[in-house]
């Protein structure tokens, strides 16, 4: 495993306690794939196995172009044995409906829009624990009633979940946790979900997806699977995902500078979220080179924090 210290550590970041509760996700979208060739056409399209896909768990997943570079992620699991729904970002959606359905040629399976047929709810701390299994693994998942519930990566901690039901079934029991609070959650959490700003910028490696469950390199061929492939054997990976802090709010899409050169960016910023007690946390993949540099967005200072995982060395 690699050593995920850092030599640029935040030196702002203020203490801020664990999220609990429950909280709504309208920025999720579901693509629903019925038929009985559901699981197999999804095998061929995402960098996840989905042929051996199970009932009692999930997958993380990306859809990647030609060059490797990801069009949309994924939280996939069955809610039948011929029913796959896939979890994503909402405004990435439709293109990834309409670039998954391209594909479908004579297999049996039909994609939709299933976005008003469900909700979707977070689950942190007590919320998640009450509904998984006890120390459930990140991408398990579990049935609730008619709600599926999918095991996520934890945050400082506390266990976290994507809980999702049809339309009209109660929401989750738990103290009400707002959105933001959600987001923040995420980023602590170290699992990146890909956003429209962001769509084609990275190959999975970037955001450490072969490290956390999102990319399976012993399936079969999947539109950019080579250059993933390439990136990991050897040895061209050369951006990674951190943790960071910084004093002002950022911006998906937003360019790192090293302080020393206010020219040539060395990362973006992938996803961010208000901390608690001030301050703003951040996703951001950047050059392992500049890892130990003085980082800056927009001339505000930018902290690294160590990830919640290790990173992989041997697949």
């Known amino acids: 495993?690699?050593?995920?210290?850092?030599?640029?550590?935040?030196?702002?970041?203020?203490?801020?306690?664990?999220?609990?509760?429950?909280a709504p996700l309208p920025h999720l979208g579901v693509i629903r794939v019925a038929g009985e060739d559901a699981a197999n056409f999804l095998h061929g399209q995402l960098s996840q196995d989905f042929a051996l896909l199970d009932m009692a768990h999930a997958r993380l997943a990306a859809l990647l172009n030609p060059k490797g570079r990801m069009l949309a992620s994924f939280v996939g699991?069955?809610?039948?044995?011929?029913?796959?729904?896939?979890?994503?970002?909402?405004?990435?959606?439709?293109?990834?409906?309409?670039?998954?359905?391209?594909?479908?040629?004579?297999?049996?399976?039909?994609?939709?829009?299933?976005?008003?047929d469900f909700l979707l709810h977070g689950l942190a701390g007590g919320a998640a624990r009450a509904l998984l299994p006890a120390d459930a693994p990140p991408w398990t998942l579990a049935q609730s009633g008619e709600a599926s519930v999918v095991a996520l990566y934890?945050?400082?901690?506390?266990?976290?979940?994507?809980?999702?039901?049809?339309?009209?079934?109660?929401?989750?029991?738990?103290?009400?946790?707002?959105?933001?609070?959600w987001h923040w959650s995420e980023v602590r959490s170290g699992i990146a979900t890909l956003t429209a700003p962001l769509a084609e910028a990275f190959v999975p490696q970037m955001l450490n997806y072969e490290?956390?469950?999102?990319?399976n390199f012993k399936k079969g061929c999947y539109p950019g699977q080579e250059v993933v492939a390439r990136s990991q054997f050897r040895g061209?990976?050369?951006?990674?995902?951190?943790?960071?802090?910084?004093?002002?709010?950022?911006?998906?899409?937003?360019e790192i500078f090293a302080a020393d050169?206010?020219?040539?960016?060395?990362?973006?910023?992938?996803?961010?979220?208000?901390?608690?007690?001030?301050?703003?946390?951040?996703?951001?993949?950047?050059?392992?080179?500049?890892?130990?540099?003085p980082l800056q967005v927009g001339g505000v200072a930018l902290g690294l924090e160590p990830l919640p995982y290790a990173l992989l060395e041997d697949i």
């Not at 995920?4 to 664990?18: D, V, W, Y």
């Open 154 to 181: 934890p945050a400082d901690g506390q266990p976290r979940a994507l809980w999702l039901a049809p339309a009209g079934t109660p929401a989750p029991t738990g103290p009400v946790l707002d959105e933001e609070s």
């Open 77 to 116: 699991f069955k809610r039948a044995p011929d029913e796959v729904l896939l979890v994503c970002s909402r405004d990435l959606l439709a293109a990834a409906l309409k670039r998954l359905s391209m594909f479908v040629l004579r297999a049996k399976a039909r994609l939709s829009d299933a976005s008003g």
């Open 211 to 215: 490290s956390v469950g999102g990319v």
């Open 1 to 22: 495993m690699t050593d995920t210290s850092l030599a640029n550590p935040s030196p702002s970041a203020p203490a801020a306690g664990p999220v609990e509760g429950v």
């Open 261 to 293: 050169d206010a020219e040539q960016p060395v990362g973006l910023v992938v996803q961010s979220a208000a901390r608690p007690g001030g301050g703003f946390d951040a996703l951001v993949s950047l050059q392992i080179a500049a890892a130990d540099k």
């Open 236 to 254: 061209a990976i050369k951006r990674r995902t951190y943790l960071a802090h910084a004093p002002s709010a950022l911006a998906p899409g937003a």
